[in-house]
């Protein structure tokens, strides 16, 4: 605790206290009388200790001192807070994560984005599932590749499933009938003739040599059945790619002819030409269908017929217009005429004088 101070009034004069200029009075310590007087040290008057403000100048030196980069360093939180919402996981991502596909592409936050993701999700299940389906059984991948490419399910269950398999027969020794049919129709295969075919078999029951050629016909039998089953699939893929190469030459053609911009008069600017392309050949829905489907669904009856009627006259547009002209024109001139009066009218004296019998009739008249 600091010392207490007192005034010395031993030093104090009479003429001090007249004089306004003398010296202020001096303060002395008596470190004997402290614990007499400790009131006066705890008066609120007493001035603050000068070493208080000198310890407020080297705080604030110090603060002065300190870079101002500290203090924005300090104050950089909302960063922080726009990393940890970065790191916050999208709809998509957690989707991802549940589901268990990586689908690649962008899908918006939203409910269209959502719903595109979880339907493109949909295809890549249903394509393991179709897999898991055609490794088990080749067979069914086989036949819908084979109507995938429009062949005929007719043809195919002639060539793959026959009324007779001979990939399933067996031949017994004491089954004579059945290795002559089956001689019989290997020779026929060959294009024997009935006559050499029921010469041959009788040969070789006298030769008793029937069992052994049946045996070996119905192993040609087997492999033709297989032959001929993969020929009727392997034509159908070879059509289905000429069809693909059809229709991918007819596109070729129609945005060719589009990008001439003349279509039977009319005129298609530049700026129409792609969007009136991808609008006949872009699919639009899940279906497949165009937008130029959907358009032609929603057409009115009278719209179709009007369609149907360019059509019918050949697309001739120069007549078309011509005659939409005339009619507009007889309209106007039949307007005219019933809207003037009548010759009668204008002839003079025409509100007397003369029968009505003999009357000209006006020209609306005879219209």
Known sequence: MAEKEKLDLSQVTFSNLLNDTAPAQVLETDPAQEAEVPEVAETPQDPVPEPAVEETEQVAETQADEPITENTEDNSSPPEQDDTEDESPSVIDVLREKLGYEVHGNFSEDYDGVVQFTQTVAGEIAKEQLDSVFANFPDVEEYLQYRY????????????????????????????????????????????????????????????????????????????????????IEEQKQQAVQAQQQVQQQWQNIQQTISQGNLRGFNVPEADKSKFYSWMSEARDNQGRTQRMIDQESMDLETQLALEYLLYKKFDLAKLVQSKAATAKAQNLKTRLQNSQPASKRMKGGKGGGSTSNRLPSLSELL
């Open 149 to 232: 490419n429009g062949g005929d399910p007719k043809k195919y269950f002639q060539a793959s499933a026959p009324v007779v398999d001979y990939s399933n027969i067996q031949i017994q020794e004491d089954d004579v009938s059945t290795q002559r049919a089956i001689v019989q129709e290997h020779l026929r295969s060959m294009n024997f003739s009935e006559d050499e075919i029921n010469e041959t078999v009788q040969e070789y029951v006298d030769a008793g040599i029937l069992q052994r050629h049946a045996e070996r016909s119905l192993t040609k039998l087997a492999a033709q059945q297989e032959t001929q089953a993969k020929r009727v």
